[in-house]
Every structure is written in structure tokens, then in C-alpha cells.
């Protein structure tokens, strides 16, 4: 479904991301992992339109979508959940829902029972400001209004970013129950541990680079990744 070959991407006279080839397969859910400033985010933001490559390709479906503008990358089906969350804080959490709904161009758009349905407590706070919820809750509702625009791939960036432990096991555990639905997912994650054991397939991603990549539960194995990873996570 997603693949990409000899990514280049930088700001200025920075590289960013220098010769990465990654691909995800329909219906698989894949961990991006690695250090802060590892170029994580800027890989995800190439991909889904934010940022311009270089150089080399992006191709989802077939399609090329190497330089396209977000709004076009969101409406062929791959939707971000952006680090963050970035939700409207003045405006309600079903409003925020609401919004999804414009990336599903061509697409039926999912239905709020389905986000209440996987997140109850955003139907319990569907009438509250979205900036009064918890961190958890916030991100719920950026995975929720994702789902709005009915993501053929969901893409997160860091969605344990600043939750308690409690919040970043329900939050992981939705995704996993999202993937064996058939969901297509990409996570990056500086949490190592966490991403290996919710992904079937992971990258291992330095100084804009990939150094390693495999199955995730060889790769909770791998002593290296142990050492440098998951030690002190």
C-alpha cells in the first residue's frame, strides 16, 4: 500500500532524512522508532504533504504522492494524527469530530456512533469545549476525527506523547483493535517498547536514516535495540 523509495527531505542547508525505503502493507500496522531529532517527523510530514522530498519516491496505492499538497495526500485516504494533537480547544468535541469529515472526498465518512463507540468517553464530553479535556482524552479525539475522514492508512506521531502510562495503554490498545479491524496504521514513536509490542513490522530510525528494520517482536529481542532502546524505557 505504502511505499517508499530513497526519501531525501531537509530545511535549509539540514538534511533531514537521507535515503530512506520503507513500505507498509494493506492492512499491517508498522512502528517508526528512534531517538529525538532521529528525523521521525519529518519523514511522517513528507508523507502525508506537509513537507516537499528532495528526492526520491512516495507512492501510495500506486499513486505517486511525493510533493502533493496535504489536502490531496488526506483525501486519497492517508490521514495524520498530527504530535500534539493540535485539536480546536474553543470549539466542542463533537464539532472537532465534525471536522474530520472533509478529508473523506470520494470516500463515505465514518460515523460518530463508530468514534463513540471506540472512544465512549468523547460521547460522554461530546458537548465539551475540546480544550478542557485531559491530555488522554484530546488525544482520543484527534485518533476519533482522524477516523471521521475514513483513513484507508492512519498515520501518529507520537500519540503517548505526555499521557499517563494508563492513558497510553488505551489509547495503543485502540489501534491494535483498529488494525485487526483491517486498518492500514504507521506509528512513529519514541517509545520503543510500547511500539514494538502493538506493531508487526518496525523501522529503526538514526540521524535521518534507517539502520535496522524487521519484525517487531525480533527486533524486542535484538540486544542492540535492547541496550539503546528499551533499557530505560
Known sequence: MLEID??????GGITAVRGVSLSAAAGQIVGII?????GKTSLINTISGLFKPRSGRVRFDGID??????HRVARLGVIQVPEGRQVLG???VEENLELGRQAAVGRAACGLDRVYSLFPILAERRRQLAGSLSGGEQQMLAIGRALMGTPRML???EPSLGLS???ATQVFNALVNLNRDGLTILIVEQNARRALAATTYAYVIERGTIVQHGASSVLAEDPGIIAHYLGTV
Open 90 to 92: 474553543s470549539m466542542t
Open 165 to 167: 502510562p494508563m492513558m
Open 34 to 38: 528512534g531517538p529525538n531529532g532521529a
Open 65 to 70: 504522492i511525493a510533493g502533493l499538497p496535504a
Open 155 to 157: 498515520m501518529l506521531d
Open 6 to 11: 530513497d526519501l531525501a527531505m531537509g530545511y
